[in-house]
């Protein structure tokens, strides 16, 4: 592809790679050991800084993302639009992405933040989204998956779903599991049935024939 700023000479000395991420003109590696490695154009430093301990990489037009393994985020580059400049209230993110001037981190409690350019509206999230499990960025456009199992176009985590029991503990709401047959549910009233149970199992007789608490024939 185009090769104006040496964006597709790949450095001969790289070490072993796990990502990779493009820029406009510039280009990003991470190395088996976590360390970001930039080439290409670097008028606005994208491709200068060089850091460890990274586990995710994104690249912007002209600027760049890089994920921490403790959940932080680190941004270098352009930053006239503050698409460099991370929330100081971010929190501990799982993944990020990088628009042509927006800068995109997916929280690990599933809340997206953006920031950055905003001439169209690309960091102005939906409200109240709350359970999002994957993040991308255009060059003006932000997209976000959001868990919705029962496919009612709400998300499973909106406090407008109204059912958000957990009872099972598996981070899936209990209808969900009813609905694609992780849970039985004999009485099909969308929750599981061993969380049903409740009180104390008594089984009299032969405990052989009742392991499940019911009375021996």
């Given at each position: 592809g185009r090769n104006g700023a040496?964006?597709?000479?790949?450095?001969?000395?790289?070490p072993r790679s796990t990502a990779i991420a493009a820029g406009e003109d510039h280009?990003?590696?991470l190395d088996h050991q976590g360390v970001v490695h930039g080439f290409g154009a670097d008028n606005y430093g994208q491709s200068s800084l060089s850091i460890g301990g990274v586990t995710a990489i994104a690249a912007g037009s002209w600027h760049s993302l890089a994920?921490?393994?403790?959940?932080?985020?680190?941004?270098?580059?352009?930053?006239?639009?503050?698409?460099a400049t991370v929330p100081g209230n971010l929190g501990p993110c799982v993944a990020?992405?990088?628009?042509?001037?927006?800068?995109?981190?997916?929280?690990?409690?599933?809340?997206?933040?953006?920031?950055?350019?905003n001439h169209v509206g690309q960091t102005n999230l939906p409200a109240g989204l709350l359970s999002c499990t994957a993040i991308a960025a255009g060059a003006v456009t932000t997209l976000l998956v959001t868990r919705d199992c029962d496919a009612d176009g709400v998300d499973d985590y909106t406090a407008s779903a109204g059912?958000?029991?957990?009872?099972?503990?598996?981070s899936t709401p209990d209808h969900c599991d009813v609905l694609h047959g992780v849970a039985q549910d004999l009485n099909h009233d969308l929750r599981p049935d061993d969380c049903e149970l409740t009180g104390r199992v008594v089984c009299t007789g032969d405990v052989q024939r009742c392991p499940c608490g019911a009375p021996a024939d």
């Open positions: 040496g964006q597709c000479t790949v450095p001969a000395n790289l280009s990003l590696v994920l921490l393994h403790d959940g932080t985020v680190v941004a270098w580059g352009r930053n006239d639009d503050g698409q990020i992405a990088a628009g042509e001037r927006h800068s995109v981190a997916l929280r690990a409690d599933g809340t997206v933040a953006a920031w950055g350019g059912r958000m029991v957990d009872c099972n503990l598996n």
